[in-house]
């Protein structure tokens, strides 16, 4: 049976999966973006959590980040969208169905990285922090 922590981040990346983007978890950067863009998950950091006694519970403030990529003539408006799109999906449900507290994203700071021979790649990293609890920190 997967952790709570798991079972929220898989359900972050199926909901990260309904956008139009390919949606990747924990994969490195492929050699080509696909048209319309490029999202990848990477499952972050739960850092130390607060601990609540009786009844025991480990209270996260669990820090993901997306990768958001995008290439071609119009990557500032495709940057752009991918982003938006991203904020509207989170927003739809910031549970996740009941199973973590709160999402909630952080603004991207985009930059522009030049590949020899193609059109250059606008990217950033979102940072995404998950609020949830568990009573075991490996549970």
């Known amino acids: 049976m997967p952790t709570p922590r798991e079972t929220i981040l898989t359900a972050l990346h199926a909901r990260l999966s309904t956008l139009p983007a390919t949606v990747l978890r ?14 990848i998950l990477r499952d ?3 850092d130390d959590p607060e601990v609540t006694l009786s009844p025991l519970a480990y209270h996260y403030q669990h820090r993901t980040e997306i990768e958001a990529v ?5 990557r ?45 790649l ?12 568990t009573a ?3 549970s």
């Open 26 to 39: 924990g994969e490195v950067l492929p050699e080509r973006v696909p048209a319309d863009g490029l999202l």
């Open 44 to 46: 972050g950091d739960p």
């Open 70 to 74: 995008v290439q071609g003539a119009d």
């Open 76 to 120: 500032d408006a495709a940057f752009d969208a991918l982003c938006a799109s991203v904020g509207t999906a989170l927003a739809a449900d910031r549970t996740l169905g009941g199973l973590c507290d709160w999402i909630e994203a952080e603004a991207p700071r985009p930059v522009d990285l030049p590949v020899e021979g193609a059109a250059s």
């Open 122 to 133: 606008k990217a950033a990293v979102i940072p995404v922090v998950l609020h949830y609890s």
């Open 136 to 138: 075991d920190p490996l």
